[in-house]
C-alpha cells in the first residue's frame, strides 16, 4: 500500500526543510523542528508526526478525550492515539495538482502542531 520511492521531495525544497529517506526535519525560529513522516499511496500523500509516546500519552487523565478536544478546533492537521498508544499528528493531501506550495504548507502544519502538542505536554523538543 505504502511505496518508499516517490518524488515527493521535489516538492520540499525550502532552506527550513530536511529530507532523509522518509522523513521531513521541519526547523522552526527558536532552534526547535519536528519531523514528519510521509506515507505515500496510488493518490494520496500522509503526513504524519509523532507528538509523544504511549508513557507520556496516557499521562494525560483521558488521552482520547484530549485528543477529541483537539480535533474539534483544528481543519487541516488532525490528532489520534495509534496502534502502539502514540499520540499523532496526521495530514492528507491528494497528489493530482499538488505544488510545492501546497505540500510544504501541510507540512509545516503538521510538524508546527505536532511540536506545539508536543511542548504542552512534556515542555520538549525530542522529536
Known amino acids: 500500500m505504502f511505496d518508499t520511492r516517490d518524488d515527493w521531495q521535489r516538492l520540499c525544497e525550502s532552506a527550513d526543510l530536511t529530507v532523509k529517506r522518509r522523513r521531513i526535519r521541519v526547523a522552526f525560529a527558536g532552534g526547535r523542528s519536528h519531523e514528519v513522516q510521509v506515507h505515500v499511496t496510488d493518490d494520496i500523500y500522509l503526513l ?71 511542548f504542552r505536554l512534556t515542555g520538549l523538543d525530542k522529536r
Not at 488532525?78 to 507540512?107: C, M, Y
Request: hydrophobic share 40%; charged share 30%.
Open 48 to 118: 504524519t508526526a509523532e507528538i509523544a509516546d504511549s508513557a507520556t500519552a496516557h499521562q494525560l487523565d483521558d488521552p482520547y478525550q484530549d485528543v477529541w478536544l483537539r480535533n474539534r478546533r483544528s481543519r487541516l492537521v488532525g490528532f489520534r492515539i495509534d496502534n502502539h498508544g502514540s499520540l499523532v499528528a496526521h495530514g492528507w493531501t491528494p497528489k493530482e495538482g499538488l505544488t510545492a506550495e501546497a505540500f510544504q504548507l501541510l507540512v509545516r502544519a503538521v510538524a508546527r502542531e505536532a511540536d506545539r502538542y508536543e
